[in-house]
């Protein structure tokens, strides 16, 4: 690669960044951009990234570290870094906080003593430990029954969080409590003393894990801190104390530069333990200066002026932004007020097929979001949609599985073997055997590829479900190279996990009569309109947002804790390109059955909407 002076480099596949912005991008110091919703926040962190490598800035063998907070966003920045600059895509790492803890502990768990070093073969526990199964626990471990009945389930649960994961291992610091330390230490042994295939240890525990494993280990730590000379940090208003304490015990007087981005205005995780006082503290502790970005690049003008408006309601004195388009005019927003569900669905299915029809939208330029419960939700619409041959359908669980790197390369596979053409999955392909097969020259490659289609084209030829062709693409090139490449594989099981998902997945698409080439775009739900929560709706924009539901039971935590549902509430509004649309229905179908609705509860929402002009729409 030819390298670029650093005056003479620009920004690639877009024309320009803001001043404050490409400041960051050049910075040879630490930094925390503050930003709100299409401000560029990823954007710049892909372009940080060129910038670093086309100026020989982060020359090889040191490598670029970056941690996002979900699975697909980590996959997005890799994708828009491999695509700007392929040649060095290698010297990316792009994983969840979480996958780079567990590949920390997994790989080097020799390094641990033996009091401390989990089963092999250990499973992770996907929930925090719930009050019912905790109560007898504790009462098991000395604590008084009286004790645990002055304590509702919820503060039970928040109490032992913090004995469990909250406390930096192991145990010993002056501040933490006798009682606390023995509980901790108690639960951390049975914990780690489980038999491989039981579910032991949760992500914060693994997080303050891997934190340990580094203090003790000074050499690995250096080993990393030499290897990763820039650490990125996406959606960092999100980070919780255990993830924070593992940044820091990586990086905290390193010389590896930190680039953290994050919207305080977005901050939906506190009920997974989020700090609130991240940024702050980040910054003190990595002297990181801080930029604030005044551009929203995703919405149209009208949009930006009510998230303005939503965004002072939640932040006294936020940013003021503007448009950084100016290929888009217009923006609308508004609530439609329905009778009944059924009401609803049929004006929204109405709605959507005169947009796809008559005015040439795709299936993905809409997205239907929901508090939560997506898949109970959408019931009706989709009924009123698929008569007009439209399909909708939850994809919470699928966004999982296709963001995983295994999973998406058997798609691009299947994609070749079931189509006549596919010039960007080829091209994706040869990107993806390049990563896992490293040094292979290009021809080797090119035939890796070329085997794999045939493989997929002869099977199919055969009459072979395509479910039962999992297993063979990934011996075409062996469990190995994702196993050594990716480190959310290296304790083997999650590997097969995610491919017998896929398979299961693809078994569900295969309805009778349906052609190879149509179970692979139903997979992909290339033509289907996708319905998720709010949480999983982070990070993405689509033209069109629905949001189904702007009532009391479904934001029935809204009492609780108003400030987090404000800015779920921010996050779905932000989320669309040009249009909003918000639901209300006198009634809903509840787990009590058909309920009156009321925006009583939710009021405070209905005010801001007000404020920012949204109107109502009665549709009665
Ligand atoms: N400098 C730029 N010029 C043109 N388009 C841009 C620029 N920066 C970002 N974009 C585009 O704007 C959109 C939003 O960018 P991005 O996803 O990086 O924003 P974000 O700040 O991370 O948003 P959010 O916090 O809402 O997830 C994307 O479509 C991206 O391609």
Redesign the pocket.
Known sequence: MRLINSVDWQ?VG?????PA?DDVVRSTCSTLVV??????????LAQRACYLFQTGKCPSPKRILSISFKRDAAKNLGQRVAFRCPDSAHDFDSFTLDAFAKGTVDRFSAGLVDDWKPSSGYEVMLHNPRAKDLRPWLLNAGVTARRLQSLNDQDLELKFDHISHGIELPYDGAEVKAGQRRLGLRWWKEQLEKPAGTPSLTFPMINRLAAYLLRTNPKIKKALQETYAFVFL??FQDTTAAQYALIQECFEGADSVLTA?G?GK?RIMLWAGARRDVFEIYSTDFEATRYDLV?N??SAPALIEMQNIIAESLEAGAVQVTS??DDLSGGTCEVLEFRTPETEAAYLADYIGFQIVSEGKSPRDFVIIVRQKANEMIVLLQAALDVKGIRLRDETLLQDLLVEPVAAFIVLVLRLGTRNRDVAAWADLVDQLELLMGSAAEREIEKVAQQLKQYVLNEVEKGQSLWHLLEGIVDVVGKAPFINTYSQYFSGDFLDFTITGLANALEGAATPGKSPRDQVNELCGEDIIPAMTVHRS????FDTVIFLGLEDSSWWSFSDQPEEEKKSFF?AF??AIERVYFTFSDVRDTRWGRRRQRQSQIGDLYTVLDRAGVAKRDLR
Do not use: C, F, H, W
């Not at 930003?35 to 954007?43: I, L, Y």
């Not at 982070?538 to 924009?541: D, N, R, S, V």
């Open positions: 920004p877009v024309e320009s960044l803001e912005a930003a709100g919703p299409g401000a560029g926040k990823t954007e710049l996406d959606e981005v919207d977005q551009r690049y995703r950084g388009r982070k990070g993405l924009e996050v932000s989320r």
